[in-house]
T-cell receptor, first 114, second 113 residues
C-alpha cells in the first residue's frame, strides 16, 4: 500500500514537445505529492509539488495534474528542452508514526532531443 | 548546491568489509534521511533521524546502522558488505521531522568488489 507506481520507465521527446510522466498510488493517507528531478552525478532536487485539495499546479513549463478519485497524478513538461533531460521521480508523502515519510516512484529517464 | 554534504563521493571496497558514509545536513536542519539508489530498486528509504533520535526505519538491512550526532551530522555504517550492496547512497535533510521538502546531497557511490 506504500507503493507509488511510475511510468514510463524512459521517455524520448523532441525539443518543443510535451513530456508526460504518470504516477499512481494506493494509500489514501498520502497527502503531499512532490516531483524530484535528478541530473547525472547529482542528488534529486525538488521540482514541484501538489497537495490533494487542488487538481492542478503550474510552475513555469512544469505542471502537475492530480486526480484524487483515480489516485493518479502526472507531470507535464511543456516546450521540453534538451536541458530538461534528467531522471524524474514522483513521490508521495504521509505522516507515519512520529515522522513524515516519502515514498518514491521508480523514476523516468527523460531524453529531449535537440 | 543543496547544502547537504556527503563524504566520500566514491568508495571501492571488498566483500565482507565495513564502511562508514558521512553526512552533514544543511545548516539548521534537524532531520537527516538516508536513501539507497540502485538500478533495479530505485530510491529506497533506509532510515530517518531527527535531532539525534531515530524516527523511522525503512528497508534497512540488519548489517546497516546509522546514527546522528549532537552536532547533527550523521553516519551510515555498512558492514559485512556484499556485491549487492553496491549502490548510490544519498543523505537528505529537512528542517523538521515533517519533512515535506527534503534536500538531497550528491551521494556516495559504493562499489563492492
Amino acid at each position: 500500500q506504500q507503493q507509488v507506481k511510475q511510468s514510463p520507465q524512459s521517455l524520448i521527446v523532441q525539443k518543443g514537445g510535451i513530456s508526460i510522466i504518470n504516477c499512481a498510488y494506493e494509500n489514501t493517507a498520502f497527502d503531499y505529492f512532490p516531483w524530484y528531478q535528478q541530473f547525472p552525478g547529482k542528488g534529486p532536487a525538488l521540482l514541484i509539488a501538489i497537495r490533494p485539495d487542488v487538481s492542478e499546479k503550474k510552475e513555469g513549463r512544469f505542471t502537475i495534474s492530480f486526480n484524487k478519485s483515480a489516485k493518479q497524478f502526472s507531470l507535464h513538461i511543456m516546450d521540453s528542452q534538451p536541458g530538461d533531460s534528467a531522471t524524474y521521480f514522483c513521490a508521495a508523502s504521509t505522516f507515519s508514526g512520529s515522522a513524515r515519510q516519502l515514498t518514491f516512484g521508480s523514476g523516468t529517464q527523460l531524453t529531449v532531443l535537440p | 548546491d543543496s547544502g547537504v554534504t556527503q563524504t566520500p563521493k566514491h568508495l571501492i571496497t571488498a566483500t565482507g568489509q565495513r564502511v562508514t558514509l558521512r553526512c552533514s545536513p544543511r545548516s539548521g536542519d534537524l532531520s537527516v534521511y538516508w536513501y539507497q539508489q540502485s538500478l533495479d530498486q530505485g530510491l529506497q528509504f533506509l532510515i530517518h533521524y531527527y535531532n539525534g533520535e531515530e524516527r523511522a526505519k525503512g528497508n534497512i538491512l540488519e548489517r546497516f546502522s546509522a546514527q546522528q550526532f549532537p552536532d547533527l551530522h550523521s553516519e551510515l555504517n555498512l558492514s559485512s558488505l556484499e556485491l549487492g550492496d553496491s549502490a548510490l547512497y544519498f543523505c537528505a535533510s529537512s528542517v523538521d521531522r515533517n519533512g515535506n521538502t527534503i534536500y538531497f546531497g550528491e551521494g556516495s557511490w559504493l562499489t563492492v568488489v
